[in-house]
């Protein structure tokens, strides 16, 4: 049933109304025989090579990322785990991981990662034992799902080579979408905990409901009002947004089951008598990845702008332990649209769409997050921490992008001086800044709100045949580069009558 309507009905055992009611309170246990079974078929049936997904990306044997695990195969009966180097043409199936690296105890050993000094020890071999749980459980159901390589990042990135890594990083596009499945810990947040544990309390929905029976026997059921929307560590982390949305295939150890995702099926428990589940926007459409598809959703110039707005919006809500990964950790979302849309991502904006891009915004709840213009130029929203918001779309713009490169922007747009507006059209401008306290922010450049103009980017619809303006609040910070510190909405714009447009360029992101 749908969200709003009582969809989940779970009763005890032993309840008077347990003959009439067969759903029963769902304890976990992911990682039993039943679930690895009905896992199993699920990959069978979307990789059938005679009658596959249609929409699932699929290589019977794809080319290995140069490192795996190689973890033994299936039928071993004392299989090892090691490190493989592979050549560039080698070809074989392999499972990736996502999972929460975690902040580890003081007191606990560091874990076993790939470093210069390691690596031939681990191509020779790795005790099972000197892993971490997370990855110990990985290896474990990549073997009960009948496959030999695994791909995880702490041990198939050189963690102490800066070089490696950003070549790593670079691939990660095509790591986890050529992937034969992705196995998600979803449950766990903190790789020394493990994904396979059982939860000794089980589950069951929100509203308890008392129905008398026969013989003055009163029977128990619970019910939930809608679909159940899992709280899982793992989509708290900024990384692993890309890895879910460019997987063709997941499957999710949850917090009560094992979940099965695919390009073709929607968010589902591998039983088939398990929960209906919330479906969240982790998976690109397929016909974002399909150049011959129809005209569907993600093809459209629209649809393709609402799917990186809201891209935008799900992954700077997530977490991430490094803030120097802002644009990294995306990369592999980016590099994939920049060969499909045939358009150039600049710090996180699209160069097609470049001035409705610029109208993000923070909500007022995370404006005390600072700037960081070493990571980007202040017009990106690369530059800040915390969530980014979009709302809605500029109809028509009024500026124009005369150049945009790495290293410059430069726009043609009207603008006006906060001081040169009047008192009585003043009130119809809503000025929403960056930062929680702008002016301590104009202080350090020795200026004062009084310097800050206004930058009409277009118009936008306010209302039924009404129409708006959306800008930027900037300044000059010397030498006639301007410095972006808020959004701004026009309700009148009739202040813009008679303003000519002008020339201004965007200071470039700090390099030092």
């Not at 969809?7 to 039943?34: F, H, M, T, Y």
Request: with cysteine.
């Amino acid at each position: 049933m749908k969200s709003g309507k009582l969809q989940s009905d779970k009763i005890c055992a032993d309840d008077a109304i347990a003959e009439i009611v067969c759903q029963r309170p769902l304890r976990r246990n992911v990682g039993n025989s039943n679930a690895f079974t009905a896992a199993r078929a699920l990959i069978k049936k979307c990789m059938n090579p005679k009658n596959p997904h249609k929409h699932c990306q699929y290589s019977r044997d794809t080319v290995l990322p140069l490192r795996v695990l190689d973890v033994g195969q299936p039928e071993d009966s004392h299989p090892t785990v090691k490190l493989r180097i592979n050549d560039m043409d080698t070809r074989a199936q392999y499972l990736a991981l996502s999972y929460c690296w975690g902040k580890q105890p003081d007191s606990a050993a560091k874990p076993l990662q790939l470093q210069r000094d390691n690596l031939r020890q681990l191509v020779a071999g790795i005790k099972l034992e000197s892993l971490q749980q997370s990855i110990q459980d990985a290896i474990f159901a990549t073997r009960k799902l009948g496959f030999r390589y695994l791909w995880v990042d702490a041990l198939c990135i050189i963690q102490d080579c800066a070089k490696d890594k950003e070549t790593e990083i670079s691939r990660m596009a095509s790591i986890y979408k050529n992937a034969s499945v992705t196995i998600a810990a979803s449950s766990s947040e903190n790789a020394a905990h493990g994904f396979l544990t059982q939860k000794k309390q089980p589950y069951c929905p929100d509203y308890e409901v008392h129905i008398p029976m026969a013989h003055n026997v009163i029977g128990t059921v619970y019910f939930s009002t809608g679909p159940y929307e899992p709280d899982h560590p793992l989509d708290k982390r900024g990384w692993t947004l890309q890895e879910f949305m460019l997987s063709s295939r997941m499957l999710i150890f949850s917090d009560y089951e094992l979940l099965w995702q695919c390009k073709e099926m929607d968010l589902r428990s591998v039983s088939a008598r398990g929960l209906e589940y919330l479906q969240p926007l982790e998976s690109l459409p397929w016909t974002v990845f399909d150049n011959d598809a129809e005209p569907f959703f993600g093809n459209l110039e629209v649809d393709k702008l609402y799917l990186w707005k809201t891209i935008v919006q799900q992954y700077t809500d997530r977490d991430l332990t490094d803030p120097g990964d802002k644009l990294n950790a995306v990369m592999g979302i980016t590099s994939e649209l920049e060969t499909l849309w045939r358009d150039i991502n600049i710090y996180g904006l699209w160069k097609k769409w470049f001035i409705d891009l610029l109208a993000w915004h923070k909500p007022d709840i995370e404006r005390e997050k600072g700037r960081n213009l070493k990571r980007a130029p202040s017009w990106s929203w690369a530059s800040m921490d915390g969530v980014i918001i979009y709302e809605g779309a500029i109809t028509t713009e009024d500026a124009v992008v005369k150049s945009l490169t790495i290293q410059t922007a430069v726009l043609t747009c009207r603008m006006l001086k906060v001081n040169e507006v009047k008192k009585e059209k003043a009130k119809t401008i809503v000025e929403g800044t960056d930062l929680a306290d702008p002016d301590a922010e104009l202080q350090e450049m020795g200026l004062s709100f009084d310097d800050v103009e206004y930058l009409l980017l277009g118009t936008v619809q306010i209302g039924a045949g009404t129409e708006g303006g959306k800008g930027l609040l900037v300044v000059d910070v010397g030498g006639g580069f301007y410095r972006r510190i808020g959004l701004v909405n026009f309700k009148d714009m009739m202040i813009w009558e008679g303003v000519k447009r002008r020339d201004i360029t965007f200071e470039a992101r700090i390099n030092n």
